[in-house]
């Protein structure tokens, strides 16, 4: 395949009008540093790609955002809002403060976990890269997050990320899932 640039992926993953709802209402609420990110920009790109539905595959749509109150209630009220706002679209939003993820993530996932900076950072620590992705406006356009490009989405490659947390039984599992709902992937094995 071509190689994919900013604009050509954004113009696929705003082909899935869901992602467009949920960028615009992210914009509306003016959440801290917020970010549609990962899969559904990502797997919106791959159906486009290959001629499915956009919708196809997707699980859930996560939002990023990033506010140093890092109350549950805060983050409650937060989702709460968002649901509220967005439960027409019918799909499943999972909505998470990337300043209170470490207070959490050892708990549920047994690994450590530093306190981040801002929503950019919880990117960076994505299981694989091809799912390094935010997406959000800025002025009259959309500000891109993807530090590894936009070649293996344009690919439709998963590749590992193999940062901190990283978990092989957890990679294979996810990629077995894709590989099964997008049989053009290509699965880079985790080292």
């Given at each position: 395949?071509?190689?994919?640039?900013?604009?050509?992926?954004?113009?696929?993953?705003?082909?899935?009008?869901?992602?467009?709802?949920?960028?615009?209402e992210?914009?509306?609420?003016?959440?801290?540093?917020?970010?549609?990110?990962?899969?559904?920009?990502?797997?919106?790109?791959?159906?486009?790609?290959?001629?499915?539905?956009?919708?196809?595959?997707?699980?859930?749509?996560?939002?990023?955002?990033?506010?140093?109150?890092?109350?549950w209630?805060?983050?409650?009220?937060v989702?709460?809002?968002?649901?509220?706002?967005?439960?027409?679209?019918g799909?499943?939003?999972?909505?998470?403060?990337?300043?209170r993820?470490?207070?959490?993530?050892?708990?549920?996932?047994?690994?450590?976990?530093?306190?981040?900076?801002?929503?950019?950072?919880?990117?960076?620590?994505?299981?694989?890269?091809?799912?390094?992705?935010?997406?959000?406006?800025?002025?009259?356009?959309?500000?891109?997050?993807?530090?590894?490009?936009?070649?293996?989405?344009?690919?439709?490659?998963?590749?590992?990320?193999?940062?901190?947390?990283?978990?092989?039984?957890?990679?294979?599992?996810?990629?077995?899932?894709?590989?099964?709902?997008?049989?053009?992937?290509?699965?880079?094995?985790?080292?």
């Amino acid at each position: 395949m071509a190689a994919m640039d900013r604009d050509r992926f954004l113009a696929l993953a705003l082909k899935n009008p869901v992602n467009v709802a949920i960028i615009d209402e992210l914009a509306s609420l003016a959440l801290p540093d917020a970010l549609l990110v990962s899969g559904c920009l990502v797997q919106t790109a791959w159906n486009v790609l290959t001629g499915r539905a956009v919708d196809h595959g997707i699980a859930d749509y996560d939002v990023f955002y990033f506010d140093p109150d890092t109350s549950w209630e805060a983050e409650d009220a937060v989702i709460r809002t968002l649901q509220a706002r967005l439960g027409h679209l019918g799909v499943k939003i999972e909505i998470r403060n990337q300043a209170r993820v470490h207070l959490w993530y050892p708990g549920k996932h047994g690994l450590p976990y530093p306190p981040l900076t801002c929503s950019t950072d919880g990117i960076d620590r994505f299981l694989t890269q091809n799912t390094q992705v935010g997406v959000r406006r800025a002025g009259g356009g959309f500000e891109v997050y993807a530090p590894h490009g936009f070649d293996d989405i344009a690919g439709l490659v998963a590749r590992p990320n193999p940062g901190a947390n990283f978990s092989a039984a957890s990679y294979a599992a996810k990629a077995a899932r894709w590989k099964a709902l997008w049989p053009e992937l290509t699965v880079i094995a985790a080292e």
